[in-house]
């Protein structure tokens, strides 16, 4: 049976991969089709619950990982959300007919404003613990400023999706 410092290793490769792979979608190109997006979206949602998974282990593992592995972690979730938000930025800037004008498409873009305001309101606190250095705060400072135009870009599709049918 491993260890529970030989898991988060292999959590922390595994994660490594995924924040790599995450990293190449971006480099593709705006998907195309909201089910581009919403796999994207997955795999993002995928890196976010694994590193909460390392993140629970830390304290039972900590004294046999290297003394940054927690600010590790966390740059990789800071660098996770800002791959996923420059994907949004593309798609949500430039967006298919099936996410302005389906009948589901509200739907859609209330749930995507929900999730970039959590985004907001925890990237402040992950800044601070991640201890970032000047130059990846600029980097950072231009993500949330991403997340804050894809929130104004969404509330301007809001305005032109067709609405939930409340009664017949």
């Known amino acids: ?5 030989e898991v988060v290793i292999q959590m922390a490769r595994k994660l490594q991969g995924d924040v ?12 195309k089709t909201f089910p581009q997006f919403r796999e ?10 694994l590193i909460f998974s390392i993140q629970e282990r830390l304290e039972g593992a900590k004294q046999h990982l290297p003394p940054n592995f927690a600010q590790w972690v966390l740059r990789q979730k ?19 007919i099936a996410l302005t004008s389906s009948l589901g498409a509200f739907d859609l873009l209330v749930s995507e404003r929900q999730s970039f305001q959590e985004a907001l309101q925890y990237f402040d606190t992950l800044l601070f613990e991640a201890g970032i250095d000047d ?3 600029d ?15 969404i509330e301007k599709l809001l305005v032109s999706s067709p609405k939930i049918l409340e009664e017949f």
């Open 135 to 137: 130059k990846m705060a």
């Open 20 to 31: 790599a792979a995450l990293g190449r979608l971006r480099g593709a190109g705006t998907p």
């Open 139 to 153: 980097e950072l400072d231009a993500t949330r400023c991403k997340i804050e135009e894809i929130l104004q870009m």
């Open 78 to 96: 800071l660098t996770s959300l800002a791959i996923f938000t420059d994907i949004s930025h593309q798609f949500i800037g430039n967006p298919p």
């Open 40 to 49: 994207i979206r997955n795999k993002h949602h995928e890196i976010s619950g």
């Open 1 to 5: 049976m491993p260890s529970v410092v």
